[in-house]
């Protein structure tokens, strides 16, 4: 696979125009995958520096020769410590493009996508200990109908997590084609791609501790910003988009505005963007995958 197709970048420009760049300033790319919005980013900077963060070693490959450039080879739930040992308190912007890559999803070996036959993996990063497969084998019937409830808004939850365990019993289940046998008979044919695609994701979640690490991001970027700086996300899914949507409104993952003594609201951020910016039908039709990107943009106060 060429670079040029590891990822093919959402919502670029908009993303990027949302950060209202100063070509000066400090910038964080927290998800640097195939380098696309960096590479634009980039390109509207004068003396400015742009940080990058991505936990997959595959992501090393598309390291731009530019000495305003540094990638971080960790997890962007780290941010806050490793800018503060490049000398770094204080950043003008922050952009994240949550989810998998397109390099992830097409890599077979990764297990991330139904389409292909893999091992049950969808780690982000080989480091990690555990994967997909230790959850299908190990979780009891409760843990696992949980996550799939909440990762993936599964139905019938505890029935998927029944009939996991019922063939787990017989033998061990390895492979994204042994999984995809179990869940097919759940679902009608034409509800069987969707329905797969949710388990996967509320697998996935779980064992990169996704939402989490969102949370670390959020709270953290809070602290970076300088006044003034950008928050720029994109999300694609409800789970992520609402914790995104409830901090940039509110500080909290709750979405409760705070107020002070004369019912001034207290939030550390004043929305850009009043509603999620989507991608237009000229996107769509080029980028299939692009159809459940939601870009929130904010500034901080």
Do not use: C
């Not at 204080?90 to 297990?111: M, N, T, Y």
């Not at 993936?152 to 009939?163: D, T, Y």
């Amino acid at each position: 696979m060429e670079k040029s197709e590891y990822h093919v970048p959402v919502l670029l420009h908009e993303s990027i125009d949302g950060l209202a760049i100063n070509p000066n300033g400090v910038y964080v790319d927290v998800t640097f995958g195939g380098g696309g919005h960096s590479k634009e980013l980039l390109t509207r900077l004068d003396k400015g520096r742009l940080i990058a963060f991505d936990q997959d070693p595959d992501a090393q490959a598309n390291v731009p020769n530019d000495e305003r450039f540094t990638l971080i080879p960790q997890n962007f739930r780290y941010m806050q410590n490793f800018l503060r040992m490049y000398g770094i308190q204080e950043v003008d912007g922050i952009l994240a493009d949550l989810g998998v890559s397109s390099h992830q999803f097409d890599e077979a070996s990764r297990g991330f996508s139904l389409r292909f036959e893999g091992p049950l993996d969808m780690r982000m990063s080989q480091n990690q200990a555990l994967s997909a497969a230790d959850l299908v084998n190990k979780l009891e019937a409760n843990e696992l109908a949980r996550i799939l409830r909440q990762y993936g808004e599964v139905k019938g939850s505890m029935r998927v997590a029944n009939a996991i365990i019922t063939k787990r019993d017989e033998e061990r289940i390895t492979t994204t084609t042994a999984l995809n046998k179990v869940l097919m008979p759940l679902v009608p044919p034409k509800k069987q791609n969707k329905f797969i695609a949710q388990v996967y994701q509320a697998l996935r979640i779980e064992v990169n501790d996704e939402i989490a690490a969102l949370k670390a991001l959020l709270t953290q970027s809070e602290k970076l910003l300088k006044k003034g700086g950008r928050l720029s996300v994109i999300s694609y899914h409800s789970l992520e988009d609402r914790l995104v949507k409830y901090y940039m409104r509110a500080g909290n993952f709750d979405g409760e505005v705070e107020k002070d003594f004369y019912g001034n609201p207290i939030a550390p951020y004043k929305l850009v963007t009043r509603k999620a910016v989507m991608p237009d039908e000229k996107e769509l039709s080029t980028n299939n995958r692009a159809r459940s990107a939601r870009l929130r943009v904010a500034e901080s106060t």
